[in-house]
T-cell receptor
Framework: DGGITQSPKYLFRKEGQNVTLSCEQNLNHDAMYWYRQDPGQGLRLIYYSQIVNDFQKGDIAEGYSVSREKKESFPLTVTSAQKNPTAFYLC???????????FGNGTRLTVT | EDKVVQSPLSLVVHEGDTVTLNCSYEVTNFRSLLWYKQEKKAPTFLFMLTSSGIEKKSGRLSSILDKKELFSILNITATQTGDSAVYLCAVANAGGTSYGKLTFGQGTILTVHP
């Protein structure tokens, strides 16, 4: 079955530690996206990538980093510079600019 | 910066009621507007709209886009408890340095009571 896999489902970290969230897709989609969701704030765009080895900052990129070394993978690193990292993180992909986003099931990150 | 504003932020109705959710936007180069339903985790796709005035319909849900006034509405008729969810609106940017960017609104939380 084709889809987007995010792992882990729940992640707990101590303040000051970097953490990497995994996102893998087997849909052969070119574009991939990372969003953050907080209560009452909808989805906010962190980073997006249209092709391998290229990515753009979204609206809230500070404190995050990404890489796109392979078409199927778009990992997100939450660095210690991110002030409020506790949130629900959603990864998505799509195959063209005239198609909708497909979402993974998300990773809930808690930093204490 | 692209901007999407949804209203109302929350809505409580009873089964059988009809609801209208609103989405207004500002985007430098508009490509499309998308509606999603989010119940637990992953949002699920409802509609993609690119042309003004053409209604898209799926069962009890329908949506229409007005590119002149920069808004879209999502209608749900004869609501059921299973319609309870967060409804998200997003706009896709078609140009320049924001090519491919998808910006979401805050979402509307719909609660349908039996």
């Amino acid at each position: 079955d084709g889809g987007i896999t995010q792992s882990p489902k729940y992640l707990f970290r101590k303040e000051g530690q970097n953490v990497t969230l995994s996102c893998e897709q087997n849909l052969n989609h070119d574009a991939m996206y990372w969003y953050r969701q907080d209560p009452g704030q909808g989805l906010r765009l962190i980073y997006y990538s249209q092709i391998v080895n290229d990515f753009q900052k979204g609206d809230i990129a500070e404190g995050y980093s990404v890489s796109r070394e392979k078409k199927e993978s778009f990992p997100l690193t939450v660095t210690s510079a991110q002030k409020n990292p506790t949130a629900f993180y959603l990864c998505a992909s799509r195959d063209s600019h005239n198609s909708p986003l497909h979402f993974g099931n998300g990773t809930r990150l808690t930093v204490t | 910066e692209d901007k999407v504003v949804q209203s109302p932020l929350s809505l409580v109705v009873h089964e059988g009621d009809t609801v209208t959710l609103n989405c207004s936007y500002e985007v430098t180069n508009f490509r499309s507007l998308l509606w999603y339903k989010q119940e637990k985790k992953a949002p699920t796709f409802l509609f993609m709209l690119t042309s003004s005035g053409i209604e898209k319909k799926s069962g009890r849900l329908s949506s229409i886009l007005d590119k002149k006034e920069l808004f879209s509405i999502l209608n749900i008729t004869a609501t059921q408890t299973g319609d309870s969810a967060v409804y998200l609106c997003a706009v896709a940017n078609a140009g320049g340095t924001s090519y491919g960017k998808l910006t979401f609104g805050q979402g509307t939380i719909l609660t349908v009571h039996p």
